[in-house]
């Protein structure tokens, strides 16, 4: 079966950094998202990797091993604002998207 | 801009009813995707579109279904609502292999 692992909540304070972790266990590999979702709202894409190594955009990064079946989206000086669920997603060998459950991100003064 | 809709964005309807959810994107975006979200679940594939007049089950299909008439809109019709489908719907769209997906604001239907 097509298997996504992520944690389902974690703790941080503001102007922090956090790194939030995806494992994955899929029929091929063609890639793996990761978006942001508000309470309340749509997802919203934040980065994607395809090949192995880091990708940064701004405050954000993320990170891909195939060998491994990892990707961790890195999180620097977090703000109140970037509390949200975290969704990883990988596109499987037919081009279909498999979504991890979401890790619930909670920031603190 | 080009944008993708739901309506409605709230719906409360009883069991056994038919509903129906519409989803519209100006994308002009080949595939159009329906998902549901529940509590520790992550987003589950309903039906998907790759084009007119083309429709895909997904791994949740049962008791949903979908047509294709134009590449705008693919709407979700619930053919006999149950309680278990008490849930908030995601409409996505996407084009290309890489298949990164735009997101509607969702629908949230409750079924009592």
């Known amino acids: 079966g097509q298997n996504i692992d992520q944690p389902t909540e974690m703790t941080a304070t503001e102007g922090a950094i956090v790194q939030i972790n995806c494992t994955y266990q899929t029929s091929g590999f063609n890639g793996l998202f990761w978006y942001q979702q508000h309470a309340g709202e749509a997802p919203t894409f934040l980065s994607y990797n395809v090949l192995d190594g880091l990708e940064e955009k701004g405050r954000f990064s993320s990170f891909l091993s195939r060998s491994k079946g990892y990707s961790y989206l890195l999180l620097k000086e977090l703000q109140m604002k970037d509390s949200a669920s975290y969704l990883c997603a990988v596109v499987d060998s037919n081009y279909q998207l498999i979504w991890g459950a979401g890790t619930k991100l909670i920031i603190k003064p | 801009d080009a944008e993708i809709t739901q309506s409605p964005r709230h719906k409360i309807t009883e069991t056994g009813r038919q509903v129906t959810l519409a989803c519209h994107q100006t994308w002009n975006h080949n595939n159009m995707f329906w998902y549901r979200q529940d509590l520790g679940h992550g987003l589950r594939l309903i039906h998907y579109?790759?084009?007119?007049?083309?429709?895909n089950k997904g791994e949740v299909s049962d008791g949903y279904s979908v047509s294709r008439s134009n590449t705008e809109d693919l709407p979700l019709t619930l053919e006999s609502a149950a309680s278990s489908q008490t849930s908030v719907y995601f409409c996505?769209?996407?084009?290309?292999?890489?298949?990164?997906?735009?997101f509607g604001p969702g629908t949230r239907l409750t079924v009592l």
């Open positions: 579109s790759y084009g007119v007049q083309d429709t």
């Open positions: 996505a769209s996407s084009v290309g292999e890489r298949n990164e997906q735009f």
